[in-house]
């Protein structure tokens, strides 16, 4: 079975500074997707940034980055120049495949605030 | 844009109860599924379809059912309502996926339903 660990449950930042959200995942497929949604408070949970396995390269969306590092089945998020809209829960997500009705596997969630 | 909709943001019910959630996409979505959501837990996947008509178990559907009588909108049934069903609900969507196009497979998301069950 296919899983996705955050081990970070809480994170604080100052505005401006730069911040990584950390995920690990296991699983046995070498063809996957790996996502990170963004929950701001009270509103609708919006995708951030998509990975798919087979690219090397790490995906990039404006201050939003990613760290995938496929042997060690991690895929940290980072997010430079953090403002304050950038508070929100965080979930890692897992896709095995390509086809099909698209199964996601989240992680357990980071909540980050960034402070004024 | 992708608008998803929940019938409720909030909804109080008594133990025992036949509890509706509702769900509708407006995009022509193929794939429809429900999640609940509670801390330290992240989401979990209830029930998912691909199809009208077409329903599949997630890896928590115990106390639940879903129905999809027309393409727009996805149902989640709970039967008899327990308390520990007081949850977060979040209702998402996503286009065929077929061929590999990554541009395809985004979910999104409706707004949610804080369901309570005394």
């Known amino acids: 079975a296919q899983t996705v660990t955050q081990s970070q449950p809480e994170m604080s930042v100052q505005e401006a500074e730069t911040v990584t959200l950390s995920c690990t995942y296991d699983t046995s497929e070498n063809n996957y997707y790996l996502f990170w949604y963004k929950q701001p408070p009270s509103r609708q949970m919006i995708l951030v940034i998509r990975q798919e396995a087979y690219k090397q390269q790490n995906a990039t969306e404006n201050r939003f980055s990613v760290n995938f590092q496929k042997a060690a089945k991690s895929f940290s998020l980072k997010i430079s120049d953090s403002q304050l809209g950038d508070t929100a829960m965080y979930f890692c997500?897992?896709?095995?495949?390509?086809?099909?009705?698209?199964?996601?596997?989240f992680g357990q969630g980071t909540r980050l605030t960034i402070n004024p | 844009d992708v608008k998803v909709t929940q019938s409720s943001r909030y909804l109080v019910k008594r133990t025992g109860e036949k509890v509706f959630l509702e769900c509708v996409q407006d995009?022509?979505?193929?794939?429809m599924f429900w999640y609940r959501q509670d801390p330290g837990l992240g989401l979990r996947l209830i029930y998912f379809?691909?199809?009208?008509?077409?329903?599949e178990k997630g890896d928590i559907p115990e106390g639940y059912s879903v129905s999809r009588e027309k393409k727009e909108r996805f149902s989640l049934i709970l039967e008899s309502a327990s308390t520990n069903q007081t949850s977060m609900y979040l209702c998402?969507?996503?286009?065929?996926?077929?061929?590999?196009?990554?541009?395809?497979?985004?979910?999104?998301f409706g707004p949610g339903t804080r369901l309570t069950v005394l």
């Open positions: 998402a969507s996503s286009p065929f996926s077929g061929g590999g196009h990554m541009g395809t497979d985004t979910q999104y």
């Open positions: 995009m022509d979505h193929e794939n």
């Open positions: 997500a897992f896709r095995v495949g390509i086809q099909g009705a698209q199964k996601l596997v």
């Open positions: 379809s691909y199809d009208v008509k077409m329903k």
